[in-house]
């Protein structure tokens, strides 16, 4: 069974930066776009980012765009999550998760409901 783990969280002063990674086992993510969220304490999850199969149609929420980057490599079966320039509403349980369906592998959507197979998450914390 699919499963995802993510890393590099970890705790940083604001304008820092951190790259997460997700990581699949006992399957390719090569086929999947995957798609990065959060959630922030008391907050619902919230999407963050997607990215296509063949890493050509990147999609990201207003409050990330410029200052994220999403990429993968899938000969390493990883996706990234670059982060630049956070700040503490950056805050949160980051996650990623594989599109429920190979129908967005070339056109991902950036909401939750398309996505399934969470990992377990990493923290970020962004604090002076």
């Known amino acids: 069974q699919l499963q995802l783990v993510e890393s590099g969280g970890g705790l940083v002063k604001p304008g820092e930066s951190l790259r997460l990674s997700c990581a699949a086992s006992?399957?390719?993510?090569?086929?999947?776009?995957i798609g990065w969220f959060r959630q922030a304490p008391g907050k619902e999850r919230e999407a963050v980012s997607c990215?296509?199969?063949?890493?050509?149609?990147?999609n990201y929420a207003d409050s990330v765009k410029g200052r994220f980057t999403i990429s993968r490599d899938n000969s390493k079966n990883t996706v990234y999550l670059q982060m630049n320039n956070l700040k503490p509403e950056d805050t949160g349980v980051y996650y990623c998760?594989?599109?429920?369906?190979?129908?967005?592998?070339?056109?991902?959507?950036?909401?939750?409901?398309?996505?399934?197979?969470w990992g377990q998450g990493t923290q970020v914390t962004v604090s002076s």
């Open positions: 990215i296509s199969k063949s890493a050509d149609i990147r």
């Open positions: 006992s399957c390719t993510l090569s086929t999947y776009a």
């Open positions: 998760a594989k599109a429920r369906t190979p129908y967005y592998s070339n056109n991902p959507p950036l909401r939750i409901s398309e996505y399934n197979y």
